[in-house]
Every structure is written in structure tokens, then in C-alpha cells.
């Protein structure tokens, strides 16, 4: 069974940073050619993509909103992948997912993801 476990959310007023992690049970991101991915979502809105990251970093997409402030990385040593948020602002609060496709191939969309962490929340104060 994979599991997916976010931490590293919280409060911060605009302009902080917050370093996302999320650590992955069950499956070996060293042995598969699993895409990670990063999504938010916001009250009332649909679940929005962030940033993916293929195998050996060797595709990495950002969402316009996020580009040039977000950073998503992964480790394989510690089956985990990052997201390092910088310059946050109060429209990125938002719940952050984890997810997790056994598919090699960078997906935009919710459907293209196998496995999902619980969600983190961050919020951004003015």
C-alpha cells in the first residue's frame, strides 16, 4: 500500500518561505519511474496543479502562478520530494497535496495521479 505523508505547512505573512516535504511509503521512487507532483486547493475552488517532477529531475513543470517562487526537488535516498516556497503570497494559501503517478510521463491534471498524501494546509497573511 503507498502512502504519501505531507508535512511542512503552516502561517507566514507574505514574502516568508515555507519548505513542503512529503515522504513516500510503500514504493521505491529509486526502482520506478514515478512522476511527484504538488497541488493546492483552495476553499471553493477545484484542486489546482503546482509543480511535477519526473524521475531524476529529468522533466520539471511550475504552474505561471508559482514560477520563479516555488522550487519542487525530490531525493530518492529518502523517497521524498520538496516544495520550497519563496516570496509567498496571500493567494498561494491554500491545502498543498502531495501526489504520486506510476506513470513516467509529466501530468497537469488531478486524473493523471495514482496516490495522494492527506494535505498540508498553508496560509499567508498579509
Known amino acids: 500500500q503507498v502512502q504519501l505523508v505531507e508535512s511542512g505547512g503552516g502561517s507566514v505573512e507574505a514574502g516568508g518561505s515555507l519548505r513542503l516535504s512529503c515522504v513516500v511509503s510503500?514504493?521505491?521512487?529509486?526502482?520506478?519511474?514515478?512522476?511527484m507532483a504538488w497541488f493546492r486547493q483552495a476553499p471553493g475552488q477545484e484542486r489546482e496543479f503546482v509543480a511535477a517532477?519526473?524521475?531524476?529531475?529529468?522533466?520539471?513543470q511550475y504552474a505561471d502562478a508559482v514560477k520563479g517562487r516555488f522550487t519542487i526537488s525530490s531525493d530518492n535516498a529518502k523517497n521524498s520530494v520538496f516544495l520550497q516556497m519563496d516570496n509567498l503570497q496571500t493567494e498561494d494559501t491554500a491545502v498543498y497535496y502531495c501526489?504520486?503517478?506510476?506513470?513516467?510521463?509529466?501530468?497537469?491534471?488531478?486524473?493523471?495521479?495514482?496516490?495522494w498524501g492527506q494535505g498540508t494546509q498553508v496560509t499567508v497573511s498579509s
Open positions: 510503500g514504493r521505491s521512487l529509486s526502482f520506478n519511474k514515478d512522476t
Open positions: 517532477i519526473t524521475k531524476n529531475s529529468d522533466e520539471i
Open positions: 501526489a504520486g503517478s506510476l506513470h513516467p510521463i509529466l501530468s497537469i491534471q488531478p486524473r493523471g495521479y495514482d496516490w
